[in-house]
């Protein structure tokens, strides 16, 4: 994720940089803080959460270079733009059909060049699953697979992390379904490169997909990191 943001990141005359759904801990906001310094030493991170509770709670971390406070999807900046918001795991309790207003709403907090990156990880952030969206756009422009190689068996088990939109659109005659499938397919056949380790196999599997149609982004420097990226189009809902 810090991958994609990194551009809109260094251009920012105002890098702030939105945690949304931080959580029960700050943990999240202190290590995305901790991240994006990397690239932007001056970075501000706010952590936003519905539950005063939870924003209380992060209150002992907060200093000059983080801060939090209680809001939602209307992204309370006073009067800023965020050059970034990741909201991870937020979407999860809602109905599909109210992806696209919370969405709409979060994009509308963006700064010129902005980024909003919203997806579903494990608990232990192992595996990931993220769309991307800029400044008021309403329908995402990628979609991106993020998992730690080791121990894995079949792409598709990952699905059950898989974004809100897409999740219940798993069955046959879906695009992400049948995305799903070419994976496994193309994992199955990389299975001889699995003697020169888990990393060797994936990068065959995803040399593999571009080569029978798939249209893959990004270099072979993310995919070896367990990163998958495609046009959103490609798995759109029909």
């Known amino acids: 994720m810090a991958h994609e943001a990194a ?21 999240t906001a202190l290590d995305l803080r901790d991240r994006l310094r990397r690239v932007r030493p001056d970075v ?9 509770d ?19 999807f209307e992204v309370p900046l006073d009067g800023r733009d965020a050059v970034v918001v990741r909201a991870f795991n937020v979407l999860r309790q809602y109905d599909e059909g109210e992806v696209g207003d919370a969405w709409a709403r979060m994009t509308a907090r963006l700064a010129a060049g902005g980024l909003l990156v919203e997806g579903t990880c494990d608990e232990l952030g192992r595996h990931a699953w993220w769309v991307a969206l800029g400044p008021g756009e309403t329908e995402p422009r990628t979609l991106t697979l993020s998992t730690r190689l080791a121990g894995l068996t079949r792409p598709s088990d990952l699905a059950e992390r898989l974004p809100k939109a897409l999740i219940h659109r798993n ?15 193309a994992w199955a056949a990389a299975a001889p490169h699995a003697s020169f380790g888990v990393r060797q196999r994936w990068l065959a599997t995803v ?3 571009r080569e029978t149609g798939t249209p893959v982004l990004g270099t072979p420097t993310r995919w070896r990191l367990g990163e998958l990226t495609i046009p959103w189009s490609h798995v759109a809902p029909r």
């Not at 939870?54 to 209680?70: E, G, H, K, M, Q």
């Not at 069955?171 to 397919?185: K, N, S, T, W």
């Open 7 to 27: 551009p809109a990141l260094r251009a920012a005359a105002d890098p702030v940089v939105v945690d949304l759904g931080y959580g029960a801990a700050a943990w």
């Open 44 to 52: 501000r991170v706010v952590g936003i959460e519905i539950d005063p």
């Open 54 to 72: 939870r924003v209380a709670a992060a209150a002992p971390y907060a200093d000059a270079t983080l801060s939090f406070r209680r809001g939602g």
């Open 171 to 185: 069955v046959p005659g879906e695009r992400v379904h049948a995305f799903l499938v070419d994976l496994d397919r």
């Open 207 to 209: 040399r593999a997909l």
